[in-house]
T-cell receptor, first 112, second 115 residues
Framework: DVKVTQSSRYLVKRTGEKVFLECVQD?????MFWYRQDPGLGLRLIYFSYDVKMKEKGDIPEGYSVSREKKERFSLILESASTNQTSMYLCASSLSETYEQYFGPGTRLTVT | AQKITQTQPGMFVQEKEAVTLDCTYDTSDQSYGLFWYKQPSSGEMIFLIY??????QNATEGRYSLNFQKARKSANLVISASQLGDSAMYFCAMRERYTGNQFYFGTGTSLTVIP
């Protein structure tokens, strides 16, 4: 079974803090993704990576950055957290463009 | 323009009945994949079914089938013999082969199965 894990299920941070969300997959997938999910808006892509050290902006990259130093790990960074970044963050990985994505359990981030 | 449109924010179905969740998509690519995911209240996203744009037959996976109408650009999910455990959010998604590795998701449909 493919396993995608995220470092935290719930996280509470203060405005202005730097926040790291970690995602690890164990199936040697090339592609990894970070989404945020908000009620009524579905899943919106923040960044994705198709290889180590490669990254592409998604639909809403502002206020976020990413890092992929190893194939199995994809990190999402909030440089200076703001209250409008309170959301559910989902990480996913996939083998190629024709295969489904496998999702992690999600991190519910609250910024106060 | 929205790549994936799900027009039903909420649906109700009687237990053991069939239900269709609508999805239309927008692409100019000839090669693409369509996916349906289920998200229970626990929050995990569960892959249900996949349809490739060149697949001539509708995809089926157990009680799930995908009613693929290419000319109409629709990819509706049909759940047969609904069960209480089917109550969840359902998301339709698309991946275009030649315009990057990005997935596009709809806004979801909340399905409630009534006993």
């Amino acid at each position: 079974d493919v396993k995608v894990t995220q470092s935290s299920r719930y996280l509470v941070k203060r405005t202005g803090e730097k926040v790291f969300l970690e995602c690890v997959q164990d199936m040697d997938h090339e592609n990894m993704f970070w989404y945020r999910q908000d009620p009524g808006l579905g899943l919106r892509l923040i960044y994705f990576s198709y290889d180590v050290k490669m990254k592409e902006k998604g639909d809403i990259p502002e206020g976020y950055s990413v890092s992929r130093e190893k194939k199995e790990r994809f990190s999402l960074i909030l440089e200076s957290a703001s209250t409008n970044q309170t959301s559910m963050y989902l990480c996913a990985s996939s083998l190629s463009e024709t295969y489904e994505q496998y999702f992690g359990p999600g991190t519910r981030l609250t910024v106060t | 323009a929205q790549k994936i449109t799900q027009t039903q924010p909420g649906m109700f179905v009687q237990e053991k009945e069939a239900v269709t969740l609508d999805c239309t998509y927008d692409t100019s690519d000839q090669s693409y994949g369509l996916f349906w995911y289920k998200q229970p209240s626990s929050g995990e996203m569960i892959f249900l079914i996949y349809q490739g744009s060149y697949d001539e037959q509708n995809a089926t996976e157990g009680r799930y089938s995908l009613n693929f109408q290419k000319a109409r650009k629709s990819a509706n999910l049909v759940i047969s013999a609904s069960q209480l455990g089917d109550s969840a959010m359902y998301f339709c998604a698309m991946r275009e082969r030649y315009t990057g590795n990005q997935f596009y998701f709809g806004t979801g449909t909340s399905l409630t199965v009534i006993p």
